[in-house]
C-alpha cells in the first residue's frame, strides 16, 4: 500500500533539509513516508543542504510599494535573501512583483494572511517562498508587508529596490502626487518616527528624556534643572525626528508641513510606511 504524504510530512522535510517542494515530495515518496530516509536519498542526490539556514542573516532582498487603480489602497512587501546577487536575479525581482500584484489585488490582513494565499494553483505564496530556499541555496524569507487606506496613497520605490515608501494623505487630487512623492523621498531620507509629535509612542518619549536628563548631568547642570533642560532637548527631537516638522529636504527654509499647506492649506499626511533593508 503506497504511503499517504501529507503537505505537513512535506514541509517538515523541508525545514529540515532546505530542499525544494517538489524535491521533498518525491523522497518521501521513495521512502514511503520515511522521514529519516527521505533526508538521506535527499543527501545522495545532492539536493539537502549541509547547513540548516534557520540561523543565517538575510539581510538583502527586493522591497516593492504600489497602489491599486484609485490610489486609494497602497501596499508594500520586502523578500529577503542573503546576498545582493540573488536579490538583482529577474526571477527573484519578477517572485516579487508576483507577490505585490497578489497583494494589491487581494488585501490580506496581515503577512500571514498573505503566505497563505495562493501563488499559483496548488502553491501557496509562503510554500513559493519555501521552495526558493532550496532552489537558491539562501535563506529566503517574506518579513514584511504593510497596507494603507486614504483618499490618496502615493508610493516611492527605490531604484536599487531596497527602500519603498507609502504615503497617505487626506485628499484626493492628481494635482498632490508629485508633492506626495517628494514627501515619500523625504521619508526614505530622513527615516522621521511618526507623522507628528503626537504620535510618538510615549516609550520613545520616556527614553528621550531620560537621555536628555543624562546628558544635562553629565554637562554638569544642576538637578532641579535637568528635567528643563530635557523638554527643551526633546523638542528639538521632536523637529528633526518627526515628519510635518523636519526641514524640507528640497527647501530648507520650509518644513514638510508648511510645503504641502503650499498647495492646499488643508493637504497632510495621515500615515506613512517605510520599509528598508
Same mark, same amino acid.
Given at each position: 500500500?503506497?504511503?499517504?504524504?501529507?503537505?505537513?510530512?512535506?514541509?517538515?522535510?523541508?525545514?529540515?533539509?532546505?530542499? $525544494?517542494?517538489?524535491?521533498?515530495?518525491?523522497?518521501?515518496?521513495?521512502?514511503?513516508?520515511d522521514q529519516d530516509k527521505a533526508v538521506d536519498i535527499?543527501?545522495?542526490?545532492?539536493?539537502?543542504?549541509?547547513?540548516?539556514?534557520?540561523?543565517?542573516?538575510?539581510?538583502?532582498?527586493?522591497?516593492?510599494?504600489?497602489?491599486?487603480?484609485?490610489?486609494?489602497?497602497?501596499?508594500?512587501?520586502?523578500? %529577503?535573501?542573503?546576498?545582493?546577487?540573488?536579490?538583482?536575479?529577474?526571477?527573484?525581482? $519578477?517572485?516579487?512583483?508576483?507577490?505585490?500584484?497578489?497583494?494589491?489585488?487581494?488585501? +490580506?490582513?496581515?503577512?500571514?494572511?498573505?503566505?497563505?494565499? +495562493?501563488?499559483?494553483? $496548488?502553491?501557496?505564496?509562503?510554500?513559493?517562498?519555501?521552495?526558493?530556499?532550496?532552489?537558491?541555496?539562501?535563506?529566503?524569507?517574506?518579513?514584511?508587508?504593510?497596507?494603507?487606506?486614504? +483618499?490618496?496613497?502615493?508610493?516611492?520605490?527605490?531604484?536599487?529596490?531596497?527602500?519603498?515608501?507609502?504615503?497617505?494623505?487626506?485628499?484626493?487630487?492628481?494635482?498632490?502626487?508629485?508633492?506626495?512623492?517628494?514627501?515619500?523621498?523625504?521619508?526614505?531620507?530622513?527615516? +522621521?518616527?511618526?507623522?507628528?509629535?503626537?504620535?510618538?509612542?510615549?516609550?520613545?518619549?520616556?527614553?528621550?528624556?531620560?537621555?536628555?536628563?543624562?546628558?544635562?548631568? %553629565?554637562?554638569?547642570?544642576?538637578?532641579?534643572?535637568?528635567?528643563?533642560?530635557?523638554?527643551?532637548?526633546?523638542?528639538?527631537?521632536?523637529?528633526?525626528s518627526t515628519l510635518l516638522s523636519q526641514k524640507f529636504?528640497?527647501?530648507?527654509?520650509?518644513?514638510?508641513?508648511?510645503?504641502?499647506?503650499?498647495?492646499?492649506?488643508?493637504?497632510?499626511?495621515?500615515?506613512?510606511?517605510?520599509?528598508?533593508?
Amino acid at each position: 500500500m503506497e504511503a499517504k504524504i501529507s503537505a505537513a510530512d512535506i514541509n517538515k522535510l523541508r525545514q529540515t533539509t532546505g530542499a $525544494g517542494m517538489m524535491d521533498c515530495k518525491k523522497a518521501l515518496e521513495e521512502a514511503e513516508g520515511d522521514q529519516d530516509k527521505a533526508v538521506d536519498i535527499l543527501r545522495k542526490k545532492g539536493i539537502a543542504k549541509a547547513a540548516k539556514r534557520e540561523d543565517r542573516e538575510a539581510t538583502e532582498g527586493v522591497v516593492i510599494a504600489m497602489t491599486n487603480s484609485d490610489k486609494s489602497i497602497g501596499i508594500v512587501v520586502a523578500l %529577503n535573501c542573503e546576498t545582493d546577487f540573488v536579490a538583482r536575479n529577474e526571477n527573484f525581482i $519578477g517572485i516579487t512583483q508576483k507577490i505585490a500584484d497578489i497583494a494589491i489585488e487581494n488585501l +490580506p490582513e496581515n503577512l500571514e494572511a498573505l503566505l497563505a494565499l +495562493p501563488y499559483e494553483t $496548488g502553491v501557496t505564496i509562503g510554500e513559493k517562498v519555501g521552495e526558493q530556499n532550496g532552489i537558491i541555496g539562501e535563506k529566503i524569507e517574506l518579513s514584511r508587508y504593510e497596507k494603507i487606506h486614504a +483618499p490618496m496613497v502615493v508610493t516611492y520605490n527605490h531604484s536599487n529596490n531596497k527602500r519603498s515608501v507609502l504615503v497617505a494623505l487626506n485628499k484626493l487630487n492628481d494635482a498632490f502626487e508629485a508633492a506626495g512623492r517628494d514627501v515619500a523621498m523625504q521619508i526614505a531620507a530622513m527615516n +522621521p518616527v511618526s507623522v507628528s509629535k503626537d504620535d510618538v509612542a510615549p516609550s520613545i518619549i520616556e527614553k528621550e528624556i531620560e537621555i536628555g536628563k543624562e546628558l544635562a548631568r %553629565n554637562e554638569g547642570k544642576a538637578e532641579d534643572m535637568l528635567e528643563k533642560i530635557a523638554l527643551g532637548r526633546l523638542n528639538k527631537f521632536f523637529q528633526e525626528s518627526t515628519l510635518l516638522s523636519q526641514k524640507f529636504v528640497k527647501n530648507n527654509d520650509q518644513t514638510v508641513e508648511q510645503f504641502l499647506k503650499s498647495f492646499d492649506k488643508e493637504l497632510t499626511v495621515t500615515a506613512f510606511h517605510h520599509v528598508s533593508l
